[in-house]
């Protein structure tokens, strides 16, 4: 019998199926959390948009890595399960058919959980939407709501967590939870580029950006394209403290952090600069855009070009 695997991935806000107004986020009315949740899953249970595949849902750099991690867990020789921290869904199976929705932890975006919370910690407001993501039966009443009832209902199995800095600080708690669950604590790795958290630093793999040109891609699918490198050189069952070595041997070879002067830019010259790359190039996609712009020394968030991309597109196609 083969030993499986729970390869448990943060979800994209890019879709391979636009996402109604209904079921975005920052079209819910403002509120406390738990108003705003209740709100949001109201929608999403009448809504009648039509379902996809969770795994096939998401579309981006990090996700075109990120289902390919089943397929590397096969090879290597696992029972492999693939689920996704969604923030509109909560803890669901790749192959849970959900509505298109467009909902996120990250800051500064139209549709994050953080939109409209004006004041308090921030940290709660994710935790608590997170935690009340778990109450819900969602659209596999079957299926674990939480990453510790998945680990309750499979505590032999290994656990492989890919998630960003902001998506790990929402499931934290659970994840403390899970890790009290385990038979061993060598059984659960995390892949999360920059991640500092004290009671959860013996479970955090060492990654940096000085992997990034060995990986390949963009800084943003660091992640899951370390996670890949991972499968491809791992042995049943996962070993954690193997994993480890593994990574620390190769930044030990890697060149270190250029460290270039990133000139910051307000929003009406990151427009400008946009509007003039889709003249030179209309079918341009933000991702390269970005990538272009931090190399002539320029800095901006993901999420805030994003956001700034999609502006100008919403002019260009209304």
Not at 139 to 159: E, F, G, T
Not at 175 to 185: D, F, P, Q, V
Not at 298 to 318: A, D, K, M, N, T
Request: some cysteine.
């Amino acid at each position: 019998m083969k030993h499986r695997l729970h390869i448990i991935v943060t979800c994209t806000l890019r879709k391979t199926v636009e996402a109604p107004r209904a079921l975005s986020l920052g079209d819910v009315a403002n509120g406390s959390v738990e108003q705003r949740w209740g709100q949001w899953v109201r929608r999403l249970k009448s809504n009648t948009v039509k379902s996809t595949k969770a795994e096939s849902l998401y579309a981006g750099d990090h996700w075109s890595v990120a289902k390919t991690l089943p397929v590397c867990a096969d090879d290597a020789g696992f029972d492999q399960r693939l689920w996704i921290i969604s923030t509109g869904y909560g803890l669901v199976c790749g192959q849970t058919q959900i509505r298109p929705y467009s909902a996120t932890f990250s800051p500064r975006h139209s549709d994050s959980v953080l939109h409209r919370e004006s004041s308090g910690d921030s940290t709660a407001a994710i935790s608590q939407w997170w935690e009340l993501m778990s109450t819900w039966t969602g659209p596999n009443p079957k299926a674990p709501r939480s990453i510790q009832k998945l680990v309750h209902s499979d505590p032999d199995a290994s656990y492989l967590i890919v998630a960003s800095a902001s998506y790990l600080t929402a499931i934290r708690y659970d994840l403390l939870n899970a890790i009290k669950a385990l038979r061993c604590e060598n059984q659960l790795a995390v892949v999360s580029a920059g991640s500092k958290d004290r009671e959860l630093s013996q479970f955090l793999l060492p990654l940096d950006a000085r992997l990034q040109p060995n990986l390949g891609g963009a800084r943003v699918s660091i992640n899951v394209r370390a996670a890949k490198w991972l499968l491809k050189r791992t042995t049943v069952p996962l070993d954690r403290k193997r994993m480890k070595g593994q990574l620390i041997r190769a930044l030990a070879k890697s060149e270190p952090l250029r460290r270039n002067v990133n000139i910051a830019v307000s929003d009406v010259g990151i427009l400008d600069f946009i509007r003039g790359q889709l003249v030179q190039t209309p079918d341009t996609r933000f991702s390269p855009m970005l990538a272009k712009f931090r190399q002539q020394g320029f800095r901006c968030e993901y999420s805030r070009f994003r956001q700034l991309y999609g502006r100008i597109h919403e002019e260009r196609h209304g």
